[in-house]
């Protein structure tokens, strides 16, 4: 006898699953309000919240004194292999309000929310609902753990992110507006001046343009061509061919790891972010299914979900590729639950056994805003329970503790007491992994060792000879040491072992360790041999 529920709790059940999507907004609130919690408390910390912070901040405070970058290597200064909008950026701010971590996270946080605007607005142009699109940029903001807390960090990924979500926009959405095209191809243009893989969504765009708006694509291609071409041929002219060695020699040199592909496939597409991934497949089905080959021309965002795809499996698959990496693709990601709900729309629009005309496409392109009566709204009712549910599991995936991401007193208290601690020391101080705390206590910062390992083809190479000299002439009254991988690499770890001694261990009181990333801190002091 099979079993039935009672019409009372069919009722309860049907009265519940319609607050999903309500409950799926007021999540997506929640998720948001806990994001701006941790950016505004983290903005002003004083110190490093990622190790890299510190070298990015030495690269800014440089170009704000006309100093150069790049350079060969040298114990004063190693360039980070990014690409350099974010530091012309961040040394304006600086000139302006100083050397410190503020002026850089507030580039950081401002593109993070720039990105939650366009998520919202592709999204509602793309779904036709309000409550989706606010879901899709309350997942944004949700995945903040999911990429390891990166979204206000002195990094270019935020920057990036924003820029080339921002320049695709503008191309797919450009119709006849040759002004669109322009500003699409200078905005991509300064995604690839910030991070090199920029090229590979102009790329795709540049093929999508080419087959919906014919010869007017050229122009986006011409422009983009210039506006990248020649900074990297004068940055490159001005440095002696130093730009292009790191920019692209060493930027390149990271080996790849088939394990890495796997785990990227695995455990982040369809682990930690598997209901947006699922759904953007079902997108992917859906329309392949329904188009053809001729998806390429009615789906631009599924060619930009791709190519985030790749982008970000391309940074995951190197050694040394940390979760801001996953950046690209969950923020295009975020937009499936609108791409899902217009596929739904138009399935139930129109009959799914028989492929649709050109003219019936042409009307449901994605660049033209979706209007529908509203019996199609009340086809559409029984799917939102089930989007709502899926924008859940995302959610829920994602959740975290707020308080983990936020530097309290202590940390300030103990990286104060690390600053006068390096002040007090009569003499020059090595830092090695922190220049800018050297800087803070008054000492002339010099060149942060973990970047000067990467330039060196991950340690293959000499270290500088100039910092070869110092150690061995004890120029440095004190060197403080993370003891991480990058200050334990032979050549190094044998020059400290013949020129200096060990002569404090540092305690979490005495030095701050740092909370996103690699976690590392200060350990070690030495000092001269006698």
Known sequence: MAYRLSPHVSRLTSHALRFLPGLAVGVALL???????????????????????????????????AQPVYAPLNAEFVPHVYMPLYFWLGGLLVKLAGVSFAPLRLISLAA??????????????????????????????????????????????????ALSLGGFMLGVYAGASTRRLVVSAVVLALAFLTKQTGVVFALGLSVYLLITVGRRAWLFVGVYAILIVVPVVVLNAQS?????????????????????????????????????????????????????????????????????VLIS???????????????????????????????????????????????????????????????????????AELLAAAILLQFALGVYNPFRFIPNAELRRSGDRLIARIAAIDGEVFVMMHPYYALLAGKPPSAQIAIAWHARERGVLPLPG?????????????????ESLFETDPPLAELLEAYYVRSELLTESDAPPTLTGMVVRPQVVYVPRR
Do not use: K
């Open 31 to 65: 998720f948001g309000l806990a994001y701006l919690l941790i950016a505004f408390s983290r903005i002003a910390y004083p110190y490093d919240l990622d190790f890299l912070e510190d070298s990015v901040l030495m690269q800014s405070a440089r170009l704000a004194e």
């Open 112 to 161: 993070t929310l720039a990105t939650a605007v366009l998520i919202y607005w592709i999204a509602r142009r793309a779904g036709g609902l309000r409550w989706v699109a606010l879901a899709c940029a309350g997942l944004w903001l949700g995945g903040y753990r999911l990429t390891d807390g990166w979204y206000e960090l002195a990094r270019v990924d935020p920057l990036f992110v």
């Open 240 to 308: 002696d061919g130093w730009f292009n060695y790191y920019a692209f020699g060493i930027a390149s040199s990271n080996p790849i790891e088939i394990d890495r592909i796997v785990n990227y496939i695995r455990f982040e597409l369809f682990g930690s972010l598997a209901a947006l991934s699922v759904m953007a497949l079902m997108v992917g089905v859906l329309s392949v299914r329904r188009l053809g080959l001729s998806v390429i021309r009615e789906r631009p965002w599924l060619i930009g979900v791709t190519l985030a």
């Open 313 to 383: 499996g391309m940074g995951r698959a190197s050694v040394g590729g940390a979760l801001n990496n996953l950046m690209s693709v969950y923020a295009w990601l975020c937009l499936s639950p609108a791409l899902l709900v217009r596929e739904w729309r138009i399935i139930q629009t129109t009959n799914p056994l028989r492929p649709m005309t050109r003219a019936e496409a042409a009307g449901l392109r994605t660049h033209e805003p979706l209007r529908l009566s509203s019996s199609v709204l009340r086809l559409f009712s029984p799917r």
């Open 466 to 482: 100039d910092l070869v000299d110092r150690l061995q002439s004890r120029y440095y009254a004190a060197i403080i040491s993370d």
